[in-house]
Structure formats: C-alpha cells, structure tokens
C-alpha cells in the first residue's frame, strides 16, 4: 500500500502580486503574535502600545523628519552593500566605512571650516567622506584579489581599527578639554552643516540619498560593470572564461561600495549629528545587512525595509517612557515582525507538496 509524505520542493518562480500577498500575511500575523506578547508581559492594551509606537516615530512634524533622516541613514548604508553582495563579497565592514567617512567629514569641519566658503567646505566634505570609505573598502578588497584572504574577518577587523582612529582623533579634538567628547562642531557659524533645502532641515539629506540609490540601481542593472560583476558573484571562473578581469572588478566594486557606506558618514556627522564618535555609526553597518538581504538586493525596496526597522527604532523611545516599559520590548516586537517577515521568504522560494511513499517491499 502506497503511503503519502511531505517534501519541500523550490518554486520555478511566484509572480510578484502573490508574493506580496504573503508578505502581507506574514505582517499582518507578526502583528497578532505581537498583540499576544504584549498582552502576557506587559498586561497593555496592544492598541494602545501600538499607538504610542505610531507617536514616536511620526506623532509630530519633528519625529516624522528625525524618522526619515534615520530611515535615510540606513538606507544608503544598505545601498552601499549591494554592489558588493551581488558579487559576493561578503563586506561586513561598513561600520568601518562609516566611521572613517564621518572622521574625514569631521576633520575638514574642524581644519577648513573657517577657510572656504559653505559650498565649497560641502562639497570638499562629500568628496573626503568617499574617499575614505572608498580607502577602507578598497584595503580588503586588494588583499582579497591579490591573495585570496577571507573577506569576512577582514572587513570585520577593518570595524575595529576604524573605531580606534576615531578614538585617537577624539583625544586631540576633544571639546571641552577633559570632557573626551568632541561636542557639536562649529555650532556658531554652522560650517560643513547640510543647509536647509527647500525650506526643510533634512531636504539636502533626501536628495542626495535618492540620486545614489538611482545611480546605484542603474549601475547595477544597465551598465557594464554591473553586468561583469554579477558575473563574478555566479562564477569567477565562468568569468575569466570570459574575459573579465575578476580581480580588477573586485576592487572596483568595494570601492564603489565603500564610498557609498563612506558617504554615510558624511550624512549623520554633516546633515545630523554634527559631531564624531566611536558610536557614529550605531550598528547600521550590521543592520544594514538585513536590509538587504530581506530586500533581495533591491536598492528601492530597502526604502521599505529601512523605514520600518528605523520606525520600530523611534517608536521603542516612546513607549518606554508613555507605559514605563523597558526599550527593549520594542525590539522583541521588532524581531518577531523580522522573523515573519523572513520566515515567509520561505514560502515564496519553497513550496510543500505530498508525495506517495513506495513501501520497501514492494520495491
């Protein structure tokens, strides 16, 4: 007698309208489950949780513009990402590239603050920034073509140098003296700050971020080097066949990915905080990893992405100071959404369908 089994088999492909649908789902059950944990530790209404998370990160003018400065932040850091990712490069350095591209914003506010005009100081600021991501991406990026090194625990241990830079220069730059802090710099004549545009404290930050995530994506999808270094991430030997430079596409393609992660840099000490730290970056370089991934390497779908983590980020301040609960509850509903919204990436790529079993016997 013939006997019925599961198997997982991948999906030939899934139109996109069904798998937003399930992404939907996925969402909207995060959110149920959510209500639930809620509901057991903290005995709250969840509705009322839920609109204080809503007040945190849009309830006014200001929070709805620190929201999307943040969400900004991150999304360009995920932008970065890409290139090297659809090569399979596994960068997880960006921390690093973060901080070198702050340190050589906050340097020339400092250096050349009073010694140029605004615009040129700008312009100087954006260009440095990539630079020194471009340097920090392009190090590993050399050692991996030359010698084959794990990309991996290097730019790891790129993190890690970067944060110490930052540490030297802040003992030197340190504000007031004693404090080992730099504080806010040039808060008089606010040189190297990102004017207003458009009438909007973060108008140039918006901008800017939206003409390199289009850059990037038409990078990617039209351009040649797009094309070579896709080719690289499926096959470098396939690549080589066809005569491509793998190890010149390598360190092109960190490059472009460090300055992009560089210029991240630029945006929080520039067009934000206007100050530098060892915490400048504030983990985006890691978080910025799930962006991407959970975006498939889309750099208009990390938009989404971003601005729900960096939603769930602010709202998390509201309500623990609204319910006196710890912030940490907001990221346990955080991670509950992630892992649903990761767990149905599943069952758009994988399908479960029966099988009959032929007994042993009847073989």
Not at 196 to 219: A, C, E, P, Q, S
């Amino acid at each position: 007698m013939n006997q019925t089994g599961l198997r997982i088999r991948k999906r030939d492909e899934m139109g996109k309208t069904h798998a937003f649908i399930i992404r939907l789902a996925a969402i909207a059950l995060s959110l149920v489950v959510c209500a639930l944990i809620i509901v057991a530790v903290t005995h709250l209404n969840p509705l009322q949780v839920y609109g204080g998370i809503i007040n945190g990160a849009v309830g006014n003018n200001r929070r709805l513009w620190v929201t999307i400065r943040d969400m900004l932040v991150l999304l360009i850091v995920s932008v970065g990402l890409v290139p090297a990712y659809k090569m399979k490069f596994w960068n997880i350095g960006g921390e690093g590239q973060i901080l070198m591209g702050g340190l050589a914003s906050a340097a020339l506010m400092i250096y050349a603050g009073s010694h140029m005009p605004d615009w040129l100081l700008l312009v100087c600021i954006c260009a440095a920034s990539c630079a020194a991501g471009m340097i920090w991406g392009i190090i590993p990026a050399f050692f991996k073509a030359k010698y084959n090194t794990n990309e991996t625990l290097f730019t790891l241990m790129m993190n890690y140098v970067a944060m110490q830079l930052v540490t030297f220069c802040i003992v030197y730059w340190e504000h007031p003296k004693g404090s080992n802090t730099v504080g806010i710099i040039n808060s008089a004549g606010e040189a190297g700050w990102f004017p207003k545009l458009f009438g909007l404290r973060y108008g140039l930050n918006v901008l800017l971020v939206l003409l390199i995530t289009v850059f990037v994506f038409l990078y990617l999808r039209y351009t040649k080097h797009g094309y070579e270094l896709a080719v690289v991430g499926e096959s470098p030997n396939t690549a080589r066949y066809a005569g491509i430079n793998v190890k010149k596409v390598i360190i092109r393609t960190m490059a472009l990915s460090g300055a992009v992660c560089g210029f991240a840099g630029s945006l929080i000490v520039s067009g934000a905080s206007h100050t530098v730290s060892t915490s400048l970056a504030g983990g985006r370089g890691f978080t910025a990893i799930i962006v991407a991934w959970m975006s498939h390497f889309n750099p208009f779908a990390m938009a989404a992405v971003s601005g729900l983590l960096v939603f769930m980020e602010k709202g998390a301040v509201q309500i623990a100071s609204q319910f006196g609960l710890n912030q940490n509850v907001s990221d346990i509903l955080s991670g509950v959404i992630l892992f649903f919204l990761i767990g149905s990436e599943f069952f758009i790529n994988y399908e479960v369908v029966t099988v009959k079993k032929i007994p042993e016997a009847a073989k």
